[in-house]
C-alpha cells in the first residue's frame, strides 16, 4: 500500500515549520537590535557634531545679548567696579553686538508687525542693501504665544494627531495635499510667513527685505544664524538652486507651484545670506510668492537625481522647528505608517517645547473619535455632527467634555466658503434669469441661509458675505448679509418682469415662458443632498420651479468648463489670507473656460486690476473692499456658509490657541508633572 | 491564460476609460483650483504630456502593453548606475492646426552624429547624457508652455470669431469646429495675438525637436549599459515588465504594491486558517451528529453571521471592543502601537522587570479587530460545505463496508469520510484565495489599514490609469494561477483525476 500522509508525518512537518519560524524570529529580532543600534550611533553621531560646533563657537566668542551683558556687567562692577566692567564687554572673545534675539521672551505679544523694529534698526548692517531704497527690518519670528515663563512649562512630550486622509508623501513642494503640506510646514521654512495673529507677511529666514517701490526686484538678507537641522548654514545659494533646480527644474514634478510662480523672472546671489528676486512685471503678490518659497538644503537635495526626488516619499529636510527621525533614502517614510517629527534641537531660533509631532490617518470618523476617547490620539478634526453630538453625550453621562477637551472652533484664513454660483451669461447660446442682478439678489433674498446651517450643519459656521469674509483683512466690516425677505424676493423678481401671469403658483415672464431652473449638485453626499431639497422648497414658494440634478463630482469639472448649469453648489478654499481676484472673478477667467465659469461680467475688471498691482496694502484692502461691495450689490454668488474648523484637543497640553492663521504646534507643551 | 488576462485588462481599461471624466479625471479636477486659466493650461498640458494623457485610450493601452510585455522591440531601454530606466524620447506631438502657420512641421538641423571619446569614463558620459537630458526638458517644456499660451490663443480667437462649441468636454480645442470657419481673418482684433502666439510656439517647437534629436543621438551613444537579454540584436529584446508610474500618487506602481500587499497579506493570512480552524471541525461534528442540537445551533449561529453586515460589525467593534467607554480592549487605529519602533521584536522584560509584548504580539493585538470582521462572516459557507460533503460520503457503499468490516467509527470518519469530502474544500480555497491579495476595502476603509482594497478603489476613483491596470493584471492572474493550483490539487487529492 502507498505510503499515505499520517499523523507522525503531520507532527514531524509541524515540529519543522515550528524550528523554522523561530529561528526567522531571532534573526528578526536580532536585525531589530541592530537597526536600533545603529540609530542610536547615528543620534550620537550628530550629538557629537553639535557638541564639537559648540566647542568652536566658544572658542570663537559668543553672541550675548544686551539684556544679559547687562546683567553680566552689572554683577562684575558690583565686585570690581565700574571702568573694569566697561572694557571687559568691549574686549575680548566676549563680543556684543545688538541682537534682536532679545525680544524673544517677554514683550512679544506687544510686538506685533515689522515696524517695530525700525527704531533698532539704525544698528543694523546695511552694506547688503541697494542705497536708497528703504530697508524692510523684520522681528525675529517666534512664538505667538510665549509658554516659557508659565510655572508648569516643560520641555518634552509628544503631540499625536489623527488626519482623515493619508498625505501622499512627505516631499516639499512634491506632495501637494494639504496633509502633506502641513507636515513639510513643520520641516521647511520660508523667507517669510504669516504672522498667526495678524496676518501680515513678515520674515521667517528673511532678516530684512528692500523690494523696489516699482516692484520690478525684491533684495532678501537671510537670517545670519538659520542653518538646517544638520547645522548647515541657510544660504542665499540654497533659495535659489529650490527656485531654479527644484521648482522650476522641468524634469521635477512641480508644475503645480510653478505654474504659479512664472512672475518670478529669476534669483540672483548677492553673497552669501542674501538674494535678490527680480519680477517680470510688478504684481501685487509678487512679494508674497518670492517670500513664500522654501529654502531647501542644496548640499542635501543636490545628491539625489530628478527621478529619485520625484518618486520619493520622505526626504523633507529643512531648517524648521522639526525634522523627519531619519532620512536615510533607501528607508523612508512610506504612506501607511505614522509620520513621526522629532525636535530639531539645532533649531536656530526658539526651540518647539514638544520632543515630537506623530501624525496618524485614521480614516473613518467614528473611529478617529473613539481613538481620541481612548487617547490614542491628542487631536482631532471631528465632524460638525460630532462636534454637536459628543458635549451633549458627556453632559448625559454627568461630565464636562471641557475638563479634558479644548473644543476649538473658528474661523482662520484657510477657512473656506460654499456658495450657489449663478448662471450670469449664457447657456447654450440663451440667457438664463439669473443674468438679471434683481433675479441674484431675489435668490439670496428667499434662501433662509441662517436656518440652512442650523438645519443642514447643526448651526455650526457663519453666514458668508462675500469671497473674503473676517478674520481677514479683505473682507469689509461693514458688509452684513442679506436677510431672508421671501416679501422683498417676490417684489425683485417683479420688477425683473417675473409675475405669476396664468395663475397657476409659477412665476412667468412677459414671453409666458415659465420660471424653471436645474440645481446642480454633487451625488453621494447627504449635506449636498439636504441642500437641494432646501433649494427646491425654498424656490416653491416664491413660485421658481427648481429641478435638482445631482451629478457625479468627476464631471463637475466638465460642467464648469463648458458652462453648462443654471446654478450649481461648491466651495472655495483659500490658502492665504489674500487671495489674488482675478482667477476666479475676472472676466479673463471667462474666456479660455476659466475659473469665473458663472460667465459674471459687472465691470469688475476695473477693481481688479488695480488690486493686482498695488503694492501699498492699506490702499490694496480698500480696494479689496470695493470689490466686495460690488459682489454684495451683485451677487453672482449667493454665499451660503464660511466652514470654520474644528478640533478637539487633549488638555494634556497646554498654550492651545486658535489663531487667524490656523494652530501653532510649535508652541504646544505638556506641562511638568 | 494570456489572452484572458489581456481580455480583462483591456476591458477594465476601456471601462474607465468611457467613464464621466475618463483617464485622469482627478488631474484634471486637481488643476481646476483658484489658477488661472493659462497657468491651470500650462500645468495640464505639462501634465498630459508627462503620462501622454491626450492619447486615444486604445494607444495609452497598447503603450502600457508594450511596457509591461517581456520581449521589447526596437532600441533597447538603458540602465542608470542609480537603477533607473532610461529609455528612448517619445515623439512631440504636433499642436492643432499647426498646418494654419506653418507649411510643413519643424525637423531637427543640424544634428551631427554623436559618440563618446574611446576615453571617457562612465562619469563623463552620464555627464554628457545629463546636460543632454536636461536641455531636451527645457526645451520640451518651454515648447509646451508655449503650446498652451498658443492654444488659449486660439480660444480667445474663436470665441470672437464665433466657432461654435470651440472645445469639447475635456476641455481641448475642436479641431473640426475650427476647419469648419477656415483660417483665421487677418482683420480680426485678435489675430496679432494669436499669429504671435503662434510663431513663438512654431519657434520653440523647432528648438524641442533639434534637443530631441540630439538626445536621441547621445541615448544611440550608449552612455549607459542596456537593458535586458537581445534576441535578435537591434530589434527584439527581453527585458524586465515596467508598470510604470502611478500619476495620481507619482510613485512606481510596483512600490505601491509592494507597501500595501504585505498588509492585506498579514491580515488574510491570520484571517484564513482561523476560518479554516474553526468551520471544518465544526462542519464535520454537525455531520457526525447531524440533527443533534449541536448541528442546529451552530449552523443558526454561523448563518446569523454571515448575514451581518461588515459596516455594521466593524462600526460596532470600535464603539465596543474598542471604546474606553465600554470594553476598551482592542486599539481602534493604526496597525502598530506608537512605541512600535523601540519596542523588541519578541515579548521580553525590561529592565524593572515588567513584561514586554515586543513587535510581533502588539502587531497581532492590533490586526484583532479587522480580523475579526474578516473571519465571522465565513465560517458558514465552509462548515456548510464540509458538513455537506461529507454527509455524502457517509451514505456512500464504502463506508458501510467499512463499517462491517469494523474498523473504527474514528477511522472512518477521518480516514475515509474526511479524505473523500476534500474534494469540494479545495474549491472553496481556490475561491477565497484570490480574496486573500485582493483585500476588503470595507474594513480596511473602517480600521484605516492601508491595504489592496484601498488601493484598488483609490485607482479606480481616480482614474489611475497604471494602478488600475496594474492591480487588474494582478488580481486577475492571481485568479487563473488559483483556478490552475486547483486542477493540481484535484489530481493529487483523486487518484481518479488525471490530466492525460
Known sequence: MQNRFGLKDFILLFVMILTLASIWMAMAQDDRRWKQNSEILSKLASLEQQGARLDQQLRAGVELSPKSIDKLSSSISNAIGNTLSETIAKAGPIVVTQNDNDQGSKNTSEHTGANDTNTTSDSHDTSWARPGVPIEWQPKYTFATDPRNEPDFAYGGELTEAYNAQPSKLMPVLGEDVYSTRIVDQVCETLGDYDPKTLKMRGLLAQAWQYDPNGMWLRVKIRDEARFSDGQPVTAEDVKWTLDEYINNPEMETEALRSLLTQIKDAQVISDKVIEFHFTEPGAYNLRNALGIYALPKHFYSKFTTTELNKATGLVMGSGPFKLKSLDPDHQWTPGEDAVLVRNELYWGDRSPLASLRYRTITSDQARLVAYENKEVDMIGPTSPQFIEVPKRYKEQGKDIHDTTYTLKWVNMKSGYSFIGWQCGKRNGKYTPFHDKRVRQAMTYLLDRQRMIDDIWGGIGEVAVGPNNPPKPTADPTIKPYPYDLAKAKKLL???????????????????????FEFTRSSGSQI???IGKFVVDSCA???????????????YDQILKGRDFDALIMGWSPGSPESDPTQIWSTKSIQNQGNNFIQWDAGQDAIIDKIVVELDEAKRMELFHQFARLIH????????????????????????????????QREFYMPAQ | MLPTLLGITFLVFMLIAMSPGGIGASLRRSGGGQMSATNAAIRQMYLEDRYGLDDPPVMQYFRWLGRISPLKFGQRDQITPKNERISLPRHIKAPVLWDWFTDSPPVAQDIEPFSFKPDATAEDKAAIYRKAKEDYAKARSAFLTARAIYEQALGTYAEHAGINKPRNGKGKLREKAFRAVGKPDPSSPDYAALHDAAQAMLDAWQHAENARARFIEVFKAKPFPEAGIPIVPGMISLAMP???????????VVELIKDALPVTLLLNLVAFPVIYFISIPVGMLSAVKRGSSFDSISGVVFIALWSFPTVLAGVLAIGFLASNQYLGWFPVSGLHDKLADTMTWLPTHDAQGHWQPGYVLDTLWHICLPVLCLVYGGFAVLSKQTRAAMLDNFNADYVRTAKAKGVPEKDIILRHVFRNSLLPLITMFVTLFPALLSGSVIIESIFSVPGMGHLAIDAINNRDRELV???????GAVNLLALLLADILYAMADPRITYE
Open chain 2, 242 to 252: 515596467d508598470f510604470g508610474v502611478s500619476f495620481t500618487k507619482s510613485r512606481p
Open chain 2, 469 to 475: 491596470l496594474a492591480t487588474t493584471l494582478m488580481i
Open chain 1, 541 to 555: 414658494k416664491a413660485g421658481i420651479r427648481c429641478i435638482q440634478r445631482p451629478v457625479d463630482w468627476s464631471i
Open chain 1, 633 to 664: 450689490e451683485e451677487q453672482p454668488y449667493t454665499f451660503i456658509r464660511v466652514s470654520p474648523w474644528l478640533r478637539y484637543i487633549s488638555k494634556d497640553f497646554k498654550n492651545v490657541h486658535p489663531y487667524p492663521k490656523s494652530l501653532e
Open chain 1, 528 to 530: 449636498s443632498e439636504r
Open chain 1, 494 to 516: 417683479a420688477e425683473a418682469g417675473w409675475i405669476d401671469r396664468d395663475g397657476d403658483g409659477i412665476l412667468e415672464n412677459e414671453e409666458g415662458d415659465e420660471f424653471e
